[in-house]
């Protein structure tokens, strides 16, 4: 399995994100695919979850009613739109895949992981 994420940049403080990561290399039915974001100096941490077959979302405290997991079957993609991004959220994103029937929230609980694509908000 290969993830690639991408979609990173630099932006101001209230506006968007879509940062989108490419799986290949399988097939993801019974997968469930992460996104976390490690900030410098920071532990790498949770951000949000969707399961692949069926859709069914975990968002962190701190994604709730700001960012949107997402996938496109077709495309083999999980996408996270971010919006009203704040100066906290500069981290570098990273997309992670796990082949279980539940959802993990630690970094450790993945078995995939993508290469990393780095937010920067802009007070």
């Known amino acids: 399995v290969q993830l690639q994420a991408s979609g990173g940049g630099l932006v101001q403080a209230g506006g968007s994100l879509r940062l989108s990561c490419a799986a290949s290399g399988g097939t993801f039915s019974g997968y469930r695919m992460g996104w976390f974001r490690q900030a410098p100096g920071k532990e790498r941490e949770f951000v949000a979850a969707i399961v692949w077959s069926g859709g069914s979302t975990l968002y962190a405290d701190s994604a709730k009613g700001r960012f949107t997991v997402s996938r496109d079957s077709a495309k083999n993609t999980i996408y996270l739109q971010m919006n009203s991004l704040k100066p906290e959220d500069t981290a570098v994103y990273y997309c992670?895949?796990?082949?279980?029937?539940?959802?993990?929230?630690?970094?450790?609980?993945?078995?995939?992981w993508g290469q990393g694509t780095l937010v920067t908000v802009s007070s």
């Open positions: 992670a895949a796990r082949r279980s029937s539940w959802h993990s929230l630690i970094p450790s609980g993945y078995g995939y």
